[in-house]
T-cell receptor, first 113, second 114 residues
Framework: GIQVEQSPPDLILQEGANSTLRCNFS?????LQWFHQNPWGQLINLFY???GTKQNGRLSATTVATERYSLLYISSSQTTDSGVYFC???????????????FGTGTRLTVIP | EPEVTQTPSHQVTQMGQEVILRCVPI?????FYWYRQILGQKVEFLVS????????KSEIFDDQFSVERPDGSNFTLKIRSTKLEDSAMYFC????????????FGPGTRLTVT
């Protein structure tokens, strides 16, 4: 199956700092989503970004599909940004109609005041 | 904004008991999914459902699992005889289309098997 690797596995930031999270994947994809898992375990949709760049407030994401990676940028981090960030992808070659996502192992972000 | 809902938020059951986890997908979506996340691990795909039948399932989705869309709004996951290792967070998701479409996730049901 497709390999999805996220880095770094852990990240500790001072409030107000910026960060970049990376997601590498081993096959061409037609779906890539970024999620934030909050301390209660809920998965919050951040971006649907199989290619290109999107921005939402302090967060932005870029996917370079031809080079098989995606980046999530968090600017001016806040303590509420703490949690685990997951990247999830669906490979192009799985053209069965379904869209099951393959998740990475996540980046655990801790923002300290 | 439409959202996927799941009930209950937390369920505790004894080993060997049957449990049913419930989901209400977004109303005009056609594809429905269940995922599982064991504590501290990544999220794993269990099954996808389209046109009233399973379209994909993973190796995890063995004979003790089943899914059903009993009416026009609910989507359920049944575990027939729970094991300790079934303790996990279970997420339901839905999408408007198949391959390549964005998936919307529910808040999850935390299942604890004692």
């Amino acid at each position: 199956g497709i390999q999805v690797e996220q880095s770094p596995p852990d990240l500790i930031l001072q409030e107000g700092a910026n960060s970049t999270l990376r997601c590498n994947f081993s096959d061409s994809v037609n779906n890539l989503q970024w999620f934030h898992q909050n301390p209660w375990g809920q998965l919050i949709n951040l971006f649907y970004i199989p290619s290109g760049t999107k921005q939402n407030g302090r967060l932005s994401a870029t996917t370079v599909a031809t080079e098989r990676y995606s980046l999530l940028y968090i600017s001016s981090s806040q303590t509420t940004d703490s949690g685990v960030y997951f990247c999830a992808v669906h490979p192009w070659r799985y053209q069965t109609g379904a869209n099951n996502l393959f998740f990475g192992t996540g980046t655990r972000l801790t923002v300290i005041p | 904004e439409p959202e996927v809902t799941q009930t209950p938020s937390h369920q505790v059951t004894q080993m060997g008991q049957e449990v049913i986890l419930r989901c209400v997908p977004i109303s005009n979506h056609l594809y429905f999914y269940w995922y599982r996340q064991i504590l501290g691990q990544k999220v794993e795909f269990l099954v996808s459902f389209y046109n009233n039948e399973i379209s994909e399932k993973s190796e995890i989705f063995d004979d003790q699992f089943s899914v059903e869309r009993p009416d026009g709004s609910n989507f359920t996951l049944k575990i027939r005889s729970t094991k300790l290792e079934d303790s996990a967070m279970y997420f339901c998701a839905s999408s408007a289309g198949g391959s390549g479409y964005e998936q919307y996730f529910g808040p999850g049901t935390r299942l604890t098997v004692t």
